[in-house]
């Protein structure tokens, strides 16, 4: 073999070790996202209903100024980041903090509130819509490129959602105020966690992710400290039971802050557009652990709907391996 043809064989070798590479990294954020997404399924009907005697103000202080705290004993050293911090890091910090700490995470424990968990139907719609927020907020902002084939089979996969949220049914919203208010907190949270995504993706590109983690939950607290003290929310404490602080401290160490923790690792191996996409298992964990702790059985359409869904985000992340190799 000659000197030429070893060498182009040598840089053709190299190119093939990094795409394999690069493909493990894509499946590797795809799999930590799709983890955090079950756990926040487990939160979604587990914990979090065991906190519905307590303000929704307070909780979603609470459930980040706990985490920060106990993140404050191992990742104090991450405070001198900040003089590293640019005009547009901080921007998408408060906007990753206010959209999908504060505006999403009040909205969406509202709409669990006010229909008291017996409906997860609502809730789920809130997954049903996010991908839409977030895939033309990231088109939009991110400017990432959208194949057809993508957005086919990310469509496939937002109205499977539907069916195996609702059957063959329309979503039971009807006259009853509560129900109108949930659905519209629901909305409100797809809108607010759509693009907390894509401003998560971009701090990423400037922080890792333990930093993400360590100052998203640090803005949340600072951003609400105002709140809870005018508004008197701190007298909420009296309120709290001994199951309630379980429960509150299983939250931040688990679902909350851990959860947040593999989400952001995952998604800085992703585009948003693909995360978007895995964070459907949320509402696909969260029928399961509805059937095996509350006895709900899914019908014969929610199973197929199931089995549709997964195959529609195995597609995508497929379809965006091959549109970046």
């Not at 400037?206 to 709140?227: E, H």
């Not at 014969?300 to 195995?314: E, R, T, Y």
């Amino acid at each position: 073999m000659g000197y030429h043809k070893r060498k182009k064989f040598l840089y053709l070798a190299k190119d093939v070790i990094q795409m394999k590479l690069k493909n493990k990294l894509i499946v590797k954020g795809v799999i930590l996202i799709s983890i955090a997404s079950v756990l926040w399924g487990l939160d979604g009907v587990v914990f979090t209903p065991r906190l519905s005697n307590l303000n929704v103000v307070f909780v979603v202080f609470v459930l980040h100024a706990l985490p920060f705290l106990l993140m404050n004993l191992f990742f104090y050293k991450r405070y001198k980041d900040l003089h590293k911090f640019t005009r547009v890091t901080f921007l998408s910090l408060i906007a990753v903090s206010l959209f999908g700490g504060v505006i999403g995470t009040i909205a969406i424990v509202k709409a669990l509130f006010m229909v008291n968990f017996k409906h997860l139907s609502v809730v789920v719609l809130l997954q049903k819509l996010q991908p839409v927020f977030a895939i033309i907020l990231a088109a939009i902002v991110l400017r990432e490129k959208l194949s057809k084939h993508f957005l086919f089979w990310a469509g496939l996969a937002i109205i499977s959602g539907h069916f195996l949220t609702f059957g063959l049914h329309l979503p039971n919203i009807d006259g009853d105020i509560s129900n109108i208010k949930a659905a519209l907190f629901s909305i409100l949270a797809a809108f607010s966690f759509g693009s907390s995504t894509v401003f998560s993706k971009n701090l990423l590109n400037k922080v890792d992710f333990i930093s993400a983690t360590f100052f998203r939950y640090g803005m949340v607290v600072l951003l609400m400290l105002p709140v809870i003290i005018i508004g008197g929310y701190y007298k909420d404490f009296s309120q709290v039971t001994n199951t309630n602080w379980l429960f509150i401290v299983l939250i931040s160490l688990t679902t909350g802050s851990g959860a947040i923790l593999l989400y952001y690792y995952g998604l800085k191996y992703v585009r948003a557009s693909i995360s978007t996409i895995s964070e459907l298992f949320f509402p696909i964990s969260a029928i399961f652990f509805d059937y095996f702790i509350n006895g709900n059985i899914l019908s014969p359409v929610q199973w197929i709907s199931a089995a549709f869904m997964i195959f529609a985000i195995i597609k995508a992340n497929l379809e965006h391996t091959n549109s970046d190799a």
